[in-house]
């Protein structure tokens, strides 16, 4: 069945494709959305936080009343070995400020309010909607395909699809992909009282903590842990390369991963009393700007994750920031291509030119050597057990006499970390 054309549509009701669609309605822009879950949030995952600062300056209005979780006051770093952990926190009364710096999220909650608003500016959001193909006319995209019947034609399609992005594929805009661009999460929220969440973590009412932990809980794969504690429940996941786990041997599971991180005397007394109200795996993209997909073609954007717009920072993941902002400059290209209704792929690279100018491109860009990085194994193994060994030498106290705080850590220092592997990893590091 063929529908009306409409002026835009998007696949996708992830941050990406809700932010384009507000700002598309709000600008009276005829816009359809079409998302795949039984509603916008029920296919999303995230870890997750959104730093404010990047987000703010779009749709302040919506920021305001926004359903997001508790604003993150304390930063944990922790580097897991075998049997022991070293942690690094910052608790600031910066992060106590507001306009407050980061908030954790639950995305099935807040992009289904999203969805709502996005109605409420006048588009339509169709949920239980997959796209499976893009209409192709004389060359250009000309709307989507969903089914053997169904079909939306429309004067340019923006490919909101996330990660492993279907319509940038149909339409031609991304190559053949590699494991190594791409890791695999899985994450599990675990309900706790309010209550129980701000006594355990020594937390005030609607403060929260985020923590990454890196090390042994991936079992000398590149990946990493994540823990963000939401109002009452508690986000704890990990996440692993595809490429490190598929050379894995023996091979292990993911499932058992995250079974042993959540047995580990640093988590379980966390989570304990926990019920797991949900559990959800996903790809991740890790590639950067080095597997980034053409932006636009002619009638077609590419927003969010299906354009790769994710960067694993080590200390921070973000990928929220970039789809909303994506999003917007998306939507804002449409506006000025409307003005003259050429929708062709030289009147949309506008989108590239603002991609290029703006955060998202600059900070991936400047972190575009992260993943060489990540890919050390000595950064999951040798590097959390040597410094707990040093710490662990440093605090143990036994009937012998105690060497001095000075002559262990240049010992340790020295017999651990003065050799050619670390200057080459050291070095590695002053890339990023
Ligand atoms: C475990 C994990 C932890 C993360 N942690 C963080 C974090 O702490 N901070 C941060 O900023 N980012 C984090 N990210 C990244 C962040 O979640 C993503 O960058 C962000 O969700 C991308 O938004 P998006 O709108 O581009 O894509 P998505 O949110 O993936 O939305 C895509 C939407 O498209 C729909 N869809 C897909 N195919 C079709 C189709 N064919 N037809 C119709 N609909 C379709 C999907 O159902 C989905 O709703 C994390 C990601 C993961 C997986």
Redo the contacts with the bound molecule.
Sequence with gaps: MEEEKVEVVI?????????AAYVLAQEGVDTVV????DY????????????MYPVARYFPELWEDAPLERHVTRETLTMMAENCSTSITLDSDRFREEPYHSY??L?SKF?RWFGDKVMEAGAFVLPK????DVIMEDGRVAG?R?GDEDEIPADVVIA????????AEKAGLRQAQQPKHF?V???EVIELPSKTIEDRFSLGPNEGT?QLFFGDLTKGMMGGG?L?TNINSI?L???VGIESLMERDPKIEVHELIEDFKARPEIRNLIAGGEIVEY?A????EGGVNAMPRLYSDGILV?????G??LNMLL?????????G??VMAAETIMKARESKDYSAASLSYYEELVKESFIFKDLHSFRNVLSMLENPRLFNFYPQAVCDIFEKLMWIDENPKAKISSTVIREGISKFLNWSTIRDVAGMLRI
């Design positions: 696949v996708g009701a992830g941050l990406a494709g809700l932010s079409v998302e795949r879950g916008p949030g029920a296919k999303n995952v995230t870890g997750g936080r959104i730093y954790t999220i995305r992009d909607s997959r796209a499976d989507i969903m909101a699809d996330g990660v492993l992005s279907l319509m890791a999460s899985v994450k985020a994540f963000y986000s996941g990990l996440v959800s996903h790809v991740i993209p927003v969010g994750e299906a354009a717009f994710g921070t993941v973000r990928g929220m920031e970039f789809a909303v994506s999003g």
